[in-house]
């Protein structure tokens, strides 16, 4: 326990990194019938010129998984699984009798109905079931946030994107990549520096609680973002308001999703 913090940073580093080279990549592949006709060309990669990115997206995650399924070891000692086995089979079991029993109580005839019957068949020994309630509260905690972080993020994509005849900022994707990196590194440094620093000093319940204070903060006045919009104006400074949400916005919620997956992982 005294590594987690500093362990679970790492992850989320990673995840920063990845910010940093995604749009880089991605952004390269693009419409590939372009810089790369004779291959692409006439194919559905011309008709759908995002496609190529995303289904070597696809396939790295495909890869990830069989890694993990593969490679990564149980963690959990072999004694206590036999321990955890054992035990939702003789509660599943005691729970199947009573079943039985009552049910051939009110049957006068002596059969099994069908209730009862499909209650002792389907009673199998599931770890969800016999999950403590703590731990289903944290990862409904985990994936409400880690859902809120996707959902932000691409709101302020598509957002950002309404054209200036609308009254938006109109950015071009290169424009947006720039401001994922602005994110990214705002999540780099919390990790390195500031997240396993601070859970020393105030604990996880802090760093929770002051990420989704932060994140609400400056997610707030971000319609007041776009009195800055028009580029005839502000120029490069219409970027500033935005690049700086997106680095403490990440940045707070740097605090928030490692201290969840510390939670889970306990």
Same mark, same amino acid.
């Given at each position: 326990e005294t590594n987690e913090a500093r362990a679970f940073s790492f992850m989320a580093a990673m995840y920063s990194?990845?910010?940093?080279?995604?749009?880089?990549?991605?952004?390269?592949?693009?419409?590939?019938?372009?810089?790369?006709?004779?291959? /692409?060309?006439?194919?559905? /990669?011309?008709?759908?010129? /995002?496609?190529?990115?995303?289904?070597? /997206?696809?396939?790295?995650?495909?890869?990830?998984?069989?890694?993990?399924?593969c490679c990564l070891e149980e963690t959990l000692p072999r004694e206590k699984c036999q321990q955890l086995t054992s035990g939702r089979a003789t509660a599943c079991g005691l729970r199947s009798e009573r079943s039985l029993s009552t049910s051939r109580d009110k049957n006068e005839t002596g059969e099994t109905s069908t209730a009862a019957w499909c209650q002792f068949t389907s009673c199998s020994p599931s770890p969800l079931g016999e999950a403590p309630p703590g731990l289903w509260r944290m990862v409904l905690s985990y994936g409400l946030a880690f859902a809120y972080l996707i959902a932000s993020t691409q709101t302020f994509v598509l957002v950002v994107q309404i054209g200036r005849g609308q009254g938006g900022f109109g950015l071009s994707p290169a424009e947006i990549a720039m401001l994922q990196n602005c994110a990214a590194g705002g999540l780099l440094l919390t990790q390195l520096l500031l997240y396993p620093w601070l859970v020393q000093k105030k604990g996880y319940r802090f760093c929770i609680t002051l990420g989704m204070f932060t994140v609400v903060a400056i997610s707030f006045p971000f319609p007041l973002y776009g009195l800055m919009a028009d580029p005839a104006k502000f120029g490069a400074w219409r970027m500033v308001p935005l690049g700086s949400m997106m680095l403490v916005q990440m940045s707070a919620f740097g605090l928030c999703i490692p201290t969840l997956t510390v939670w889970v992982n306990r």
């Open positions: 990194v990845g910010m940093f080279l995604g749009p880089l990549v991605g952004g390269c592949m693009v419409f590939p019938a372009d810089w790369a006709p004779n291959l /692409f060309r006439g194919t559905i /990669f011309e008709v759908k010129p /995002f496609l190529l990115p995303n289904a070597c /997206f696809a396939a790295l995650c495909v890869v990830v998984w069989l890694l993990a399924a």
